[in-house]
């Protein structure tokens, strides 16, 4: 049994065989912690190549952005100098991108908006919050002049630094003008509209007091009376007053619409426009208005519709004779000009605003009245003339001094080289002819009978279009004048049956209408009509009517 000494022995050898191996596993537990050591600084050092990579994609997307968004960028310092610009931002500012860089903003601005911008850019590194404006950019004139919209921002990381971004809004903006320009004028229309409306209303309501009046006076006094005279004159007067009213807006209303057609013929001017002076001329001395005839008394010939050119000068007389007072002067003058025939209306009254005269040839427009309406009138006068003038590929235009310094308007209208007087047909004489009335409105059948017979005519009425054809075949008249809305069947279907009926096919059809556009007028005749009459017709044109009609049953 061994002694506790060769224990202890024993032990010590153990202990001095096992440092050795304690050591050696030191020196491996070492390596392995300096081998994991490295792989994670290879991590980290790969990740920090992944976020350098990132950091660079970024900045290049960034620079890429930057310089190749479509609005303008630019940076600029506290000295208000460029540090950088993009494209779109060169292109805006209309210089390279190596002459901005080192400029000063200020500079490429317009001179009354430098200052505005300062102050934004003072409030924006004061506040260091974003503000934006609209500046101009410097240009040669306001035709080319640019307008940006500006944004200023302060760059986070240094406040000095601030960050612009601009548009060009030039285009927008013109179109906002535009557009708000549009409304002003609508609103300013509908407000026309509107007075327009009260105008028209006061113009018809006014001659039909007169006319009550003056039927109440017929309806008492003897046949042949001064009080009788008196009373059918002032009703032909207020009659022919609304007949002119509602021609003026119905005229105005086709030249706007380009339904108006002229019946072109050629005519001496200087002829056309003495008489149409002349026939104005009581009325002037009635009103102690001075009326000057400056006409050439040679023929100056125009390919023109005369009736439509004494309309138009008709309208000038009739606005000079309203706004010029008693005491006052008007002076008509007639030249020709070169290949133009040149009209001028020159009066001494009331004049035109300054603001007012760019709108007198607008529709429904007039100068300011009293609720008296002394001069009346429904503001067609002047765009009915344009309208007419430039139909004949004339031109007018206007000029007045102001309020109370009188008025000029020049019409001008092509003329000629050379004319010879047309020769008018004189109008058949008025014989004996059968006439067949079919109208449905009682008074005015009755009115149309009343006068025609006064003429000598014999005339029937009938109040419907079946009533008439049946009232044709035992009358078999020479004209029938026929009215186009009918109940029943209408004056279009009235003048097929009259042509496919062989007894009645030749009669002289008349249409006698308040249908009366271009298109009315080729309807009726495409139904059979020979004739075409816009109500109310003049009785000199109902007699012509009838007169150029062949008796019933002549070759």
């Not at 537990?29 to 980290?44: F, I, N, P, S, T």
């Not at 630094?161 to 903006?173: G, M, N, P, Q, S």
């Not at 009788?228 to 009659?239: K, M, S, W």
């Not at 009669?507 to 209408?513: C, F, I, P, Y």
Request: charged fraction near 25%; glycine fraction near 8%.
């Amino acid at each position: 049994m061994p002694t506790s000494s060769g224990r202890v022995s024993r032990a010590k050898k153990r202990v001095v065989a096992a440092k050795p191996r304690a050591a050696k596993l030191d020196a491996q537990r070492l390596l392995h912690e300096l081998e994991v050591h490295q792989v994670e600084l290879e991590a980290q050092n790969e990740e920090l190549r992944g976020t350098r990579r990132e950091l660079e994609a970024a900045l290049a997307r960034y620079t890429e952005l930057f310089d190749f968004a479509p609005i303008g960028y630019a940076t600029i310092d506290r000295d208000d100098v460029i540090r950088n610009v993009n494209h779109a931002g060169s292109r805006l500012l209309g210089a390279p991108r190596g002459r901005l860089v080192g400029a000063r903003f200020r500079a490429q601005l317009h001179r009354d908006d430098a200052a505005a911008f300062a102050a934004i850019a003072a409030s924006v590194r004061t506040y260091d919050e974003p503000a934006d404006c609209e500046l101009r950019l410097r240009g040669a004139s306001p035709a080319s002049q640019i307008v940006l919209h500006v944004t200023a921002t302060v760059q986070p990381r240094d406040p000095g630094i601030l960050l612009l971004a601009f548009e060009d809004v030039t285009l927008r903006k013109a179109e906002q003008e535009q557009l708000a320009a549009t409304a002003r004028a609508l609103r300013a229309a509908d407000q026309r509209k509107d007075e327009f409306l009260a105008m028209l209303s006061h113009e018809l309501r006014n001659p039909l007091t007169p006319i009550r009046t003056s039927l109440f006076v017929l309806s008492r006094s003897e046949h042949g009376s001064q009080s009788a005279t008196d009373a059918r004159a002032i009703i032909e007067r207020q009659i022919t007053h609304m007949t002119r009213l509602v021609d003026d807006l119905l005229d105005v209303t086709r030249i706007i619409r380009g339904k108006i057609r002229l019946q072109r013929e050629r005519v001496d001017l200087a002829e056309l426009v003495r008489h149409a002076v002349e026939d104005y001329r009581p009325a002037f001395d009635a009103s102690q208005i001075a009326l000057g005839n400056g006409c050439a008394t040679s023929p100056i010939w125009a390919d023109v519709d005369g009736a439509r050119i004494v309309q138009a000068v008709s309208n000038l007389l009739g606005n000079a004779h309203k706004f010029t007072p008693a005491g006052g002067r008007v002076d008509v003058e007639l030249r020709r000009r070169g290949a133009v025939a040149e009209l001028r209306v020159r009066d001494t009254g009331s004049g035109i605003a300054p603001e007012l005269l760019s709108h007198v040839f607008e529709p429904f427009t007039q100068a300011p009245q009293t609720l008296d309406r002394r001069s009346g009138g429904l503001g067609l006068g002047l765009a009915m003339v344009k309208g007419l003038v430039e139909l004949h590929g004339g031109s007018v235009r206007i000029a007045s001094d102001g309020v109370a310094r009188g008025t000029e308007i020049i019409i001008a209208l092509p003329v000629t080289t050379s004319g010879a007087e047309e020769v008018v047909p004189a109008l058949p004489e008025l014989t004996s002819r059968r006439v067949l009335v079919i109208e449905d409105q009682p008074d005015a059948a009755l009115a149309l009978e009343t006068a025609l017979t006064m003429l000598g005519l014999e005339v029937r009425t009938a109040g419907s279009g079946r009533a008439g054809l049946e009232l044709a075949r035992t009358f078999h008249p020479d004209v029938v004048l026929c009215d186009i809305g009918l109940p029943g069947m209408s004056g279009h279907e009235v003048a097929r049956a009259f042509r496919t009926d062989r007894d009645l096919r030749d009669t002289h059809l008349v249409a006698l209408s308040g249908y009366a556009q271009p298109e009315d007028v080729e309807s009726a005749t495409a139904a059979g009509f020979s004739r075409h009459l816009a109500k109310p017709a003049s009785l000199e044109a109902l007699i012509r009517a009838i007169a150029l009609a062949p008796h019933a049953g002549s070759a």
